[in-house]
């Protein structure tokens, strides 16, 4: 993407879907060998970050880019729930059988942290940097309700 950003252009429909299909197989790769690991019961997938947010990316991009992360996310999502399938239908004792795998949605509920982080994240003057304060929104407030919510964690911790 940033030689669309210096040129100012956008990707063809083509390149983006050659760029989703990428990034969901790259993703489901990493997914898929995880599953493989003796003793694994459980493995997630969690959403893209929200870059279109990023003050540093181009505003002609934003667009662009929620867009696509919103169809990385949608595909990624289609793509772990036929994985679960192959996973259900193999055999006791295969490599991955039994093994859950989830989807901890798309990367609009990261987005609405960005404007939830106290102080706000376009500050940076404050003890602890921004980046510290999202990140800990993101696993308090998104990651461990969703981990607790697919019986991975138990409540109260």
Not at 15 to 44: G, I, K, W
Not at 63 to 84: C, F, G, H, R, W
Not at 109 to 120: F, K, M, N, S
């Amino acid at each position: 993407m940033a030689g669309y950003a210096r040129s100012r252009t956008l990707p063809t429909a083509a390149v983006v879907a050659a760029l989703v299909a990428r990034v969901v197989d790259c993703r489901m790769a990493a997914l898929r060998t995880s599953v493989e690991v003796p003793d694994v019961h459980d493995s997630v997938l969690g959403p893209m970050l929200p870059v279109h947010l990023a003050p540093a990316t181009p505003a002609f991009l934003k667009p662009m880019l929620k867009d696509l992360l919103n169809t990385i996310d949608a595909k990624s999502a289609e793509a772990v729930a036929a994985l679960q399938a192959e996973l259900d239908g193999r055999p006791k004792g295969a490599p991955g059988a039994g093994v859950r795998v989830h989807a901890l949605g798309g990367n609009s509920w990261i987005a609405r942290g960005v404007d939830l982080v106290e102080p706000p994240f376009t500050n940076t003057t404050h003890d602890t940097h921004i980046s510290s304060r999202f990140h800990k929104w993101v696993a308090l407030e998104g990651v461990l309700p969703r981990l607790q919510q697919l019986r991975i964690l138990p409540l109260g911790i």
